[in-house]
């Protein structure tokens, strides 16, 4: 469970996760606000993208849609994987269940004995680097550790596909660092690859994580840029980004697209057409020309 696995170049893979023509709008008449227009998003099997854009700009509305948490108003999500998996920014862990028994949770709701569930907690628990914290409650763990204890929790089924909006986002620096790290090693250290969409602020946590790394064009209503492909081996480390060259090329093209999106914002024309970035723009490369 812990090698690496060859990972199938993702544009060879099957359709996971499309996103036809997704709009959503919340509220009716005059106070209605549309939050996403014209979403076009194709994640393949064992792909892992991030979502990129500023606070407020409909990531988290994005990803509930993504999800199937939400429906959409206009067009289509079409999900075609089973086994879903969220982290959300909050830990979300049950207060009166101690850390191991709250990895095992799901694990027992979908009937792994007592036993193997356990085990299975034990394990995940070290891999996240809490070993011998199982005890504990959440109140006794740090913001990090409750993140850990998440983290575990998420990968305790196996999912085939992760949903992840800002996991790390309200940890400090260096525990977001290292967060991050133990999320692409557990990554790469399934089985099968698995499909993962994240929601993120962060430049460098997406070019550390992602594949693919999609600017979102700050609205409202939200829309999508041009990808930024990132083609380096995963699992990748902090270490090896900071001099690496195409990660350097990654880099300037998210930020001159989210800089580009956050230029566009006030720009909505009077007939409601939009005027962001069209989502159909080809994919850059990171690579150096
Ligand atoms: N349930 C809701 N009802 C009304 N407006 C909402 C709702 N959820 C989100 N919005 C609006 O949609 C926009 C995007 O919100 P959100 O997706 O939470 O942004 P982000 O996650 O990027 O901070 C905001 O203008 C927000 O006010
Ligand atoms: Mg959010």
Redesign the pocket.
């Given at each position: 469970m812990t090698a690496t696995v060859e990972h199938r170049p993702a544009q060879l893979a099957p359709p996971a996760v499309v996103l036809r023509e997704v709009g959503k709008t919340?509220?009716t008449g005059p106070d209605a606000?549309t939050?996403l227009r014209d979403i076009k998003l194709t994640v393949r099997a064992g792909e892992f993208v991030c979502l990129i854009?500023a606070?407020?700009?409909?990531?988290?509305?994005?990803l509930n849609v993504v999800a199937g948490l939400e429906e959409p108003t206009t067009g289509e999500v079409d999900l075609r994987t089973a086994r879903p998996s969220f982290m959300f920014q909050e830990s979300a862990l049950l207060p009166w269940l101690t850390a191991g028994r709250n990895v095992e949770l799901p694990l027992q709701l979908s009937g792994v004995g007592r036993r193997e569930r356990r085990e299975r907690a034990e394990s995940l628990l070290s891999l996240v680097r809490l070993d011998g914290q199982g005890r504990k409650r959440p109140h006794e763990l740090s913001g990090g550790m409750r993140q850990r204890v998440s983290l575990a929790r998420a990968f305790a089924t196996e999912p085939r596909v992760l949903f992840l909006d800002e996991p790390f986002g309200a940890l400090d620096a260096l525990t977001r660092d290292t967060l991050q790290q133990d999320l692409a090693q557990l990554c790469a250290g399934r089985e099968r690859p698995v499909t993962t969409v994240m929601?993120t602020n962060s430049v460098e946590e997406a070019i550390l994580l992602s594949d693919r790394i999609v600017p979102i064009v700050t609205g409202?209503p939200a829309s999508l840029g041009s990808p930024i492909v990132v083609e380096l081996e995963r699992p990748r480390t902090l270490a090896q980004l900071a001099h690496d060259e195409q990660a350097t090329h990654a880099r300037a093209h998210v930020v001159a697209a989210l800089t580009a999106s956050m230029q566009r914002r006030p720009r909505t024309s009077s007939t409601g057409a939009p005027t962001a970035l069209s989502a159909a723009e080809p994919a850059v490369s990171g690579k150096p020309a």
């Open positions: 919340f509220g606000v939050a854009g606070s407020g700009c409909g990531k988290s509305t994005l929601i409202p």
